[in-house]
């Protein structure tokens, strides 16, 4: 679909119906974080904010039963995990 001359573009598809998806900025402002969770594990995902065109980075990749959340403030990041 376009709008106003811009085309959208699919940035991420999680095929694992398990896992749910969501997305925010970090607290820093600098990267878009791509959530993926399900009941016992999670991972995260970047986009630089001032380059949206490059690709997603996954932070660390899943392990089943880890779950992690994840933020960047001040030029850290910040990790809250169960492991």
Not at 24 to 37: E, H, N, P, V
Not at 45 to 52: E, G, S, V
């Amino acid at each position: 679909m376009e709008k106003w001359g811009v085309e959208d573009k699919k940035v991420y598809q999680e095929n694992d119906d398990r896992f749910y998806l969501s997305m925010t900025k970090s607290s820093s402002k600098a990267y878009i974080l791509l959530a993926t969770s399900s009941t016992e594990t999670s991972e995260y995902r970047l986009l630089d904010a001032n380059n949206p065109a490059e690709s997603l980075k996954i932070f660390s990749p899943r392990q089943t039963g880890r779950e992690y959340d994840l933020d960047h403030f001040r030029e850290k990041f910040y990790i809250r995990s169960n492991h």
